[in-house]
């Protein structure tokens, strides 16, 4: 059987898959602004489409972790598809019948159903980290521009059966409640979310779907977390701290 050739046609379709899903080729590092893709998510996020080095930087060093996840799937895709198809071959040469067609391409169709599925959490994962990365950079800048220093933030949490206990309802709301809870921008620390931290991190936890959102001066919450304007004097990081004994 010629794996080789079964090899480079997964290579083939990953490779489109990566470069549609990431508008980025990490082999001459150009990115793409055409399609509705990681880059653009980003620059939707920063609320521009001319980024600066340092945002350049930032996105190019997001998008080249993306893809070594997604390669990561392709060679295990590789390598499972290869060693299935060698053990199905010399069980058909045991039993010294041809090979099935059908079979092999059932091996294939499953392997690439597995590698899609861990595609889609991959994407999902990226997609809201990216998200939450240049929405933070944003708030950063909009806070500098009306000379607050440390702006105060929230996520959006997806209540649902999938809303994780930890850090969603201890962390991103106040414990017990359906009040997000107001963090400063320097609290929220870089990197991936580790169970048991006492402060929620940039990088999503598995299934996230949790959105960085910026808190303006005035504003709050009601009792359901509704947000709710509360004069011009009103501090809700304060507020909530007293309140909630946080
Ligand atoms: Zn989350």
Redesign the pocket.
């Known amino acids: 059987m010629n794996n080789d050739k079964i090899s480079s046609v997964i290579d083939t379709l990953f490779s489109e898959m990566t470069r549609s899903f990431l508008g980025f080729n990490p082999k001459d590092k150009k990115i793409s602004k055409q399609h509705n893709n990681l880059v653009k998510l980003f620059l939707t996020g920063l609320g521009t489409e001319n980024i600066n080095s340092e945002e350049r930087d930032i996105l190019k060093a997001v998008l080249s972790s993306t893809y070594d996840y997604i390669d990561s799937i392709r060679l295990k895709t590789r390598a499972r598809v290869n060693s299935r198809l060698n053990g199905l071959e010399s069980d058909y040469k045991k039993r010294e019948m041809p090979i099935s067609a059908n079979k092999i391409r059932t091996i294939i169709g499953e392997e690439l159903t597995t590698a899609g599925n861990s595609m889609l959490l991959t994407v999902n994962a990226e997609a809201?980290k990216i998200r939450n990365l240049s929405t933070a950079m944003k708030i950063e800048k909009i806070g500098l521009g009306k000379g607050i220093k440390d702006p105060y933030v929230f996520?959006i949490?997806?209540l649902d059966g999938k809303?994780?206990e930890s850090?969603?309802k201890t962390l991103?709301l106040i414990k017990g409640t359906t009040i997000p809870r107001i963090w400063k921008l320097s609290d929220i620390k870089g990197g991936h979310?580790i169970k048991g931290e006492k402060k929620p991190a940039f990088l999503?936890?598995p299934?996230?779907?949790?959105v960085l959102t910026p808190m303006m001066p005035g504003w709050g919450f009601d009792d359901k977390g509704k947000i709710k304007y509360k004069g011009v004097k009103h501090d809700e990081y304060l507020y909530q701290k007293k309140k909630f004994n946080l």
């Open positions: 809201t996520f949490v997806t809303t994780a850090p969603e991103h979310y999503p936890h299934f996230c779907r949790c």
